[in-house]
């Protein structure tokens, strides 16, 4: 298949708002793609949802100058694949010459629009989380199968080029099934975490699960990194919440689930720092601990483990179970290192558990509904999270040169909501506090990366990094192009876990106006 084709639909579905004409084409394109046989499928399904099959090539997006474009399509996906695969193997002195000059050859057997595909696809430009739910469901379509099927295989597989290869390449839609439900959890292979709606206050998030006077499980929210941790003998792994395999960083966290009876086992969790006390530290610490290779700073500042759910125990796969039997396993195999949780359908009692969890320094609850089976990838209306504070993850659009104190240091950050209406992003406010020695430090040098454009005071750039916000309310605003501002903002934290796809909307912040 050539790339070409896989270009044009690129363009098609950025050129429409229509959900289901977006589909229509990701559609015809996984068809012809599977005409040519599963390696094809499996290029062109990672090239429409946006990202290389190479998770690092070595290239960077500054180093990518478009040479003049070919006027005729030459490119096969398969010789592209190959090129980039070329480009990822290649370390040592001299590699990044030579990575610039097979770039180069690439781009100039390019179209325009080619080029376009290219450069997207080596920036994550084009990357979005709403775009792999569509391809979801156009591999779906094209292989004629349930999408719910699809979702929940790409959701076991924690990616989707392996879930498009098996649904393309069945030759009946009753073989797809068949292919599709042989995608089990896999101990050893991270599943995609489930996920929390949020909910300004206990009451409310109860009242939403309470119907017919269920129960409720009212977790304790902890402020660590979300971890996942699979154990398999003396063999135990474990991964972010963005799928990174965090293992060797975390040798505390395996020893604790070593230490665990059972021998298979996949726990979800959260890791955090805590004081002599057992107070959790400052977020920043946990973050910095577990990015850290550095022995003596793993040494000083222990990560603790706490799990909240078990998805597997020894042959059991508990995914569908609900929640109250996942706790009751949990509590038998995890009893030590079990976030601290009440179960009840009375919002009082509820509330003051929040009450007493905010006052030990934690960050909120997350209730969760106790007859509900573990959603793997989704944010589902199962588990609802209340924080004290409000809290939004935005988008930097921009940075300002400091002043002052501040002089050569990035300083003053304009904040962005994502808007799916256009796929852009709306200015909410600038903020320029909160913002420790060590976090400027950092954001001056991956600012500089993200960079654009630069008319001496304000640096524009790719939308790309997520930042946690503080604020104390919001305003309507003619000042802002969303109509509404923030007051108060102050940065809590870079978000890396996060991608601009996965920030918050503008809508869900004009639906906090009242
Ligand atoms: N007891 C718990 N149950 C579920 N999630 C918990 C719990 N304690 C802490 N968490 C964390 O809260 C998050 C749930 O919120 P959500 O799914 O919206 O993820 P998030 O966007 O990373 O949230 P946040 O920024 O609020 O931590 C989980 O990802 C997990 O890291």
């Not at 896989?6 to 996984?30: H, I, P, W, Y």
């Not at 060797?248 to 979800?268: C, K, Q």
């Not at 809290?391 to 002043?403: H, K, M, N, P, Q």
């Not at 501002?485 to 876990?497: P, Q």
């Amino acid at each position: 298949m050539l790339l070409v084709e896989v270009a044009a639909a690129s363009t098609a579905v950025a050129a429409t708002r229509s959900r289901l004409a977006k589909r229509a084409v990701l559609t015809g394109a996984l068809r012809a793609a599977a005409a040519d046989g599963p390696e094809t499928v499996a290029v062109v399904s990672r090239y429409l949802g946006g990202e290389l099959r190479q998770r690092r090539t070595g290239l960077g997006w500054r180093s990518l100058t478009l040479p003049p474009a070919a006027a005729e399509p030459s490119l096969d996906v398969l010789d592209v694949d190959r090129t980039f695969a070329g480009m990822a193997a290649l370390s040592g002195p001299g590699s990044a010459g030579a990575r610039q000059q097979a770039a180069d050859a690439l781009l100039r057997a390019a179209t325009p629009d080619e080029q376009r595909l290219l450069v997207g696809l080596v920036t994550g430009e084009v990357r979005q989380g709403a775009l792999d739910a569509l391809l979801l469901d156009a591999v779906a379509e094209a292989s004629g199968v349930e999408a719910e099927m699809v979702r929940r295989a790409a959701m076991l597989a924690g990616e989707t080029e392996a879930v498009a290869v098996a649904a393309l390449g069945a030759p009946s839609p009753d073989d797809a099934r068949l292919a599709l439900g042989g995608f089990a959890l896999t101990v050893g292979r991270p599943v995609r975490p489930m996920l929390a709606q949020s909910a300004p206050d206990v009451p409310s998030a109860v009242a939403r699960l309470t119907e017919g006077g269920a129960e409720v499980v009212v977790d304790t929210k902890l402020d660590g990194i979300r971890i996942q941790v699979h154990r398999d003998g003396d063999d135990v792994r474990v991964w972010t919440r963005s799928l990174d395999e965090i293992t060797a960083r975390v040798p505390e966290v395996v020893a604790a689930v070593r230490a665990l009876p059972a021998r298979v086992l996949v726990l979800d969790g959260e890791a955090l720092t805590l004081d002599a006390e057992g107070r959790p530290r400052p977020f920043q610490e946990t973050a910095s601990r577990s990015a850290t290779r550095d022995t003596d700073v793993a040494a000083a500042t222990a990560l603790t483990p706490f799990f909240f759910d078990v998805l597997h125990v020894d042959g059991r796969d508990l995914l569908d179970a609900p929640l109250h039997e996942r706790l009751k396993v949990l509590d038998a195999v995890a009893a030590p290192h079990v976030v601290r949780r009440v179960v009840t359908s009375d919002s009082d009692v509820a509330a003051a558990h929040f009450a007493d969890v905010v006052a030990a320094g934690q960050e909120g609850v997350v209730v969760k509904a106790a007859d509900a089976p573990y959603e793997a990838g989704r944010r589902g209306a199962a588990w609802v999270k209340v924080k004290p504070r409000h809290t939004l993850d935005l988008v930097v659009l921009a940075v300002e040169r400091g002043s002052g104190r501040r002089a050569g240091v990035l300083s003053n950050i304009h904040l962005g909501a994502r808007d799916p209406a256009t796929g852009g992003f709306v200015m909410l406010g600038k903020t320029f506090k909160g913002m420790t020695d060590e976090m400027l430090a950092w954001q001056t040098r991956r600012f500089r990366e993200l960079e654009v454009a630069d008319d001496g005071w304000t640096v524009t750039l790719r939308p790309e990094q997520v930042v946690e916000i503080a604020f104390d309310g919001l305003q309507r605003s003619t000042r802002y192009p969303g109509g509404v501002a923030l007051r108060f903002a102050r940065v809590l934290r870079y978000r890396d876990d996060k991608t601009a796809a996965e920030a918050d909307t503008v809508d869900a912040v004009r639906a906090m106006l009242t």
